[in-house]
């Protein structure tokens, strides 16, 4: 992990920043998945959060192991969801490794219907069969609202994935909107002010559940944030092709990228 610049700044680290197939895509033999270009090869969707030795991540990608290889993370304070599809919840069981250097559970927030699917989808880690065989140790906490967890600003905020409504999260001046395909009046208002917003563009073609290029670029547009970063990227854009299309302030993130932000609030700490 790299050094921070100032001791109120956070840093965000994009884990993964590719659609439910990730690309390469299993057989596939596009430009895109055959490209050399490592900002090409994308792990499916999650960042991780750090400032002050603590590490809040968002999501436990199906490819989380390799993400948390890849950036040498060291522990997990505490996970956030945004909602239960596989891509962006199969990697749970990964945690359990940072049970062995952490005494406590680590907690996980979300939406009391993605608690219920968690519960669901890993019975065997909530209703074991038989003592042993190796479960992470964690707690479900149904989220309250606009919360601080350790140094985080933590604002959860409705959007929709489709008909499903999922959470995004705003984090002082910094957004993080992925799997979206509407934002609701209300949830635009939450999201005003944010100087950095990384925003789900899955493709150029449109798509009942994402927000296609076109679509994400007008919601920049809109919101007005110093910089914006696409994520959720499908096979179908190529990072360097999109890139010189885009606007100064805009690009497409990529597994890596790392942003340094203001993760301020005045919730009480939890």
Known sequence: MTELSSSGEAELVVLGSGTSHGVPMIACDCPVCRSDNPKNQRTRCSVLLRKNDFYLLVDTATDFRQQALREKIPRVDAVLYTHSHADHVFGLDDLRRYNYSQPHPIPI?????????????????????????????????????????????????????????????????????????????????????????????????????????????????????????????????????????????IELSYDGLRLAFKPDGNEPRI
Request: proline share 11%.
């Open 109 to 249: 927030y979300s939406r009391p219907d993605v608690l219920e699917d968690l519960e669901r989808i890993f019975s065997y880690i909530f209703h074991p069969a038989q003592a042993g065989g190796g479960v992470p140790r964690i707690r479900l906490i149904s989220l309250p609202g606009p919360m601080r967890l350790g140094p985080f600003h933590v604002e959860p905020i409705p959007v929709f994935h489709g008909q499903l409504e999922i959470n995004a999260y705003r984090f002082g001046d910094l957004a993080y909107v992925t799997d979206v395909s509407r934002i609701p009046p209300a949830s635009l208002e939450r999201l005003a002010g944010v100087r950095t917003l990384i925003l789900d563009a899955l493709r150029y073609q449109p798509h009942p559940t994402h927000f296609n290029l076109d679509q994400a670029i007008a919601v920049v547009e809109l919101l007005k944030p110093e910089r914006a970063y696409f994520t959720h990227i499908a096979h179908n854009l190529d990072h360097d092709a999109v890139n010189a299309q885009l606007p100064p302030h």
